[in-house]
């Protein structure tokens, strides 16, 4: 069976002070946000509190389709920028997702936006997974992560149909440790 593990907004958000801090310190200042949906769009709004920069979004579905021996992943936009506004050309960038894990979805949107006109492009995820990584980060990137997790099934305030029992859950999966 998976593990599982449950993050508070408290957590996350502690995280992401850190992970602004080691942008922050990256020696590149970046001059607006492009936040990966639905999962970078939480992680995004509350870097803004340390950066105070725009955010701008893209949204993209992954579909994990799995014939047999063949896997065949998928990923689609749902949303795009599409054309890229006139505001961030030549800009230095800053693409934010909440979890590092395939990268599957990481590669697919930065090889995506490399192809525009951006001055630096850097990647900011709040969860680093330790695993073995399908997909490849376009070279020239730079790339921060809040903290490392072991690869096991994060669950998100955010997704929580009771936040209340999701935070008790928090507590006692740290407690067992
Ligand atoms: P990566 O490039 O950032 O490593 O992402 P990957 O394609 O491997 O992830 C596929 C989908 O699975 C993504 O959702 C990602 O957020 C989600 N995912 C991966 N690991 C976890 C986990 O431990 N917990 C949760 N809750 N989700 C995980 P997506 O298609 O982008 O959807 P959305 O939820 O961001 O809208
Ligand atoms: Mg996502």
């Known amino acids: 069976m998976v593990k599982k593990i449950w993050y508070t907004y408290d957590e996350i958000h502690q995280v992401l002070k850190q992970l602004a801090e080691k942008i922050l310190a990256g020696g590149v200042q970046y001059d607006a946000m492009i936040a990966i949906g639905g999962g970078g769009f939480i992680p995004a709004r509350i870097l803004r509190c340390f950066l105070n920069i725009p955010i701008y979004a893209v949204t993209t579905a992954y579909y994990a389709n799995d014939f047999g021996y063949e896997t065949n992943d998928e990923i689609k936009k749902i949303q795009w920028l599409d054309p890229m506004p ?7 960038i800053l693409v934010v997702d909440e979890v590092d894990d395939s990268r599957v979805t990481l590669e ?5 936006l490399k192809k525009e006109d951006f001055g630096e492009i850097g990647v900011a995820v709040l969860h680093a997974k330790i695993k073995e990584k399908t997909g490849k980060l376009p070279e020239g990137i730079h790339y921060f992560s809040g903290i490392t997790v072991e690869d096991w099934w994060i669950n998100y305030p955010w997704d929580a149909d ?16």
Request: no cysteine; glycine share 4%; aromatic share 4%.
């Open 108 to 112: 697919f949107v930065l090889n995506e």
């Open 162 to 177: 009771d936040i209340v029992a999701h935070n008790i859950l928090a507590a006692e999966s740290k407690k067992a440790d």
């Open 86 to 92: 006139e505001t961030l050309k030549g800009k230095n």
